[in-house]
């Protein structure tokens, strides 16, 4: 494979321009013996830097491209992947798929694969990796501002890129290619009670804010040393927008049509069908997912190749839609819904949800007795039929009273579900980026307010900083 230069956002550089993956993928199905084959492409570059102590432990780069050929014999189907580019390991992985397809059992909801899409023109962004230098000076802007406080800081810078490409022997080929940038931050005192943590995402690292993270990381890790413990139970909760993302992201992966329709999910109306029209949360919550928002090129495309559409989830806390894959959406008689899920270039990209006009400051004010949450962790399923979850708090819960913080707190378990506490709304914020995944690599983009809740159901306490 030729040597690939810095480009824009078109291609970022170390990952397959759309003249490239369009090669590979020309010779893997060139070579493919079955009735039907996909072939899927994923390049992807990253450069992070890690520091721990109050100094830069890590830094690295890598770069790697992937192939998997989906072979297709009637209703039966089987994938290989390879990271072997010639054609020999392409047409190779292309005859072994074909044989193992002829193996596995038929499949009846397989459906057949798309002809030729059409997609939107690609958004010329310029993108450049970072280089060490340039993230060692970030990480130096946080670990100088803690020591300079006496306390130690600990964070990640990451950079991706990335390409995914998908064609098939029906003429399909589409291609999408994407770039995005955290930086994370938790700043502990010496002695193991305080801990503040801050993060800052976006498309490219013009778009991080270090002194930002600083500031938030380290006065966080001041203010929350030496917590006490206050009783578990319901208390009117302020979430800061990284705790709102952990927990209302997941509505949208629980939209699941299919699941709804067999009474499987919080979306199923009792007595049969799904909860399309019905609302379910305060008139308030918008909740959508927008290629706009994608930190991608073209918005992206789901798993069979169709380009994903701006979707409305939930609207003034009405039920709008629900994600209906092929199959379900073939029998049910109704559209697909073209929102991701599944493949590589499939899943939800973005999501959102509108926001008000009240700040933090003014939800604290306004606060006569409460808790201040910044962010949740260990975050796990516990009832899907009421999307309810369990976690705990982390760097940086704090007790509210006559409208101020006052102390900070021993942090909590939570058991609550985000349409429960969407349902006891007080106030909104402005809507920003963020990252709320407990694995910062997972990508996307996420763009939440913080909120006021009544009633937040936190269930016992956690010893853990």
Do not use: H
Request: overall charge positive.
């Amino acid at each position: 494979m030729s040597a690939i230069a810095p480009r824009s956002l078109f291609a970022p550089a170390g990952v397959l321009t759309r003249t490239e993956a369009q090669e590979i993928a020309a010779r893997a199905l060139k070579n493919s013996p079955a009735e039907a084959t996909r072939v899927s492409i994923n390049s992807s570059a990253r450069a992070d830097t890690r520091f721990a102590l109050n100094q830069v432990t890590t830094s690295g780069e890598n770069q790697d491209t992937t192939v998997t050929i989906t072979a297709y014999v009637g209703n039966r189907s089987a994938s290989v992947t390879t990271n072997r580019l010639d054609e020999a390991s392409l047409a190779a992985a292309a005859k072994q798929a074909n044989e193992i397809a002829k193996l596995v059992p038929a499949n009846p909801e397989l459906m057949p694969e798309l002809g030729s899409q059409t997609y939107p023109m690609p958004k010329d962004r310029s993108f450049t990796m970072p280089t060490p230098s340039e993230r060692a000076l970030a990480a130096k802007q946080v670990t100088e501002l803690a020591r300079a406080a006496d306390l130690i800081a600990t964070g990640f810078i990451e950079s991706r890129s990335g390409a995914t490409a998908l064609a098939n022997s029906k003429g399909l080929f589409a291609y999408d290619a994407s770039a995005s940038m955290t930086m994370t931050a938790t700043v502990r005192s010496p002695d193991g009670t305080g801990s503040g943590w801050a993060c800052s995402d976006g498309v490219s690292f013009a778009d991080i804010d270090p002194k930002q993270v600083a500031a938030t990381a380290v006065q966080k890790a001041k203010e929350s040393r030496n917590p006490v413990a206050i009783e578990p139970g319901r208390y009117t909760t302020i979430l800061e927008p990284t705790a709102v993302g952990n927990l209302v992201q997941i509505i949208a992966g629980s939209m699941q049509a299919r699941a709804a329709d067999e009474g499987r999910s919080f979306f199923s109306k009792q007595g049969g069908g799904n909860k399309i029209g019905v609302k379910v949360v305060d008139p308030r919550v918008t909740l959508l997912s927008d290629p706009e928002d994608s930190p991608s090129t073209s918005g992206g495309f789901d798993g069979d190749g169709m380009p994903l559409e701006k979707v409305v989830w939930i609207e003034n806390g009405v039920v709008k839609t629900l994600n209906y894959d092929r199959f379900w959406a073939q029998k049910q008689g109704v559209p697909v819904t073209r929102a991701g899920g599944g493949g590589r270039g499939g899943g939800v990209r973005a999501v959102r949800m509108l926001g008000g006009t009240s700040s933090v400051a003014d939800m604290i004010k306004s606060t006569e007795r409460g808790i201040l949450v910044t962010r949740f962790w260990y975050i796990r399923p516990v009832d899907p039929r009421t999307v309810l979850y369990t976690g705990l708090t982390r760097d940086g819960t704090f007790l509210v009273e006559n409208g101020k913080v006052t102390r900070p707190i021993k942090n909590f378990r939570f058991n609550e579900s985000p349409i429960f506490f969407l349902n006891n709304l007080e106030a909104i914020g402005s809507t920003i980026r963020i990252n709320a995944s407990e694995n910062l690599s997972a990508g996307g983009a996420v763009y939440m307010p913080p909120l006021k809740v009544r009633d937040f159901t936190f269930s016992s306490l956690s010893d853990a900083v």
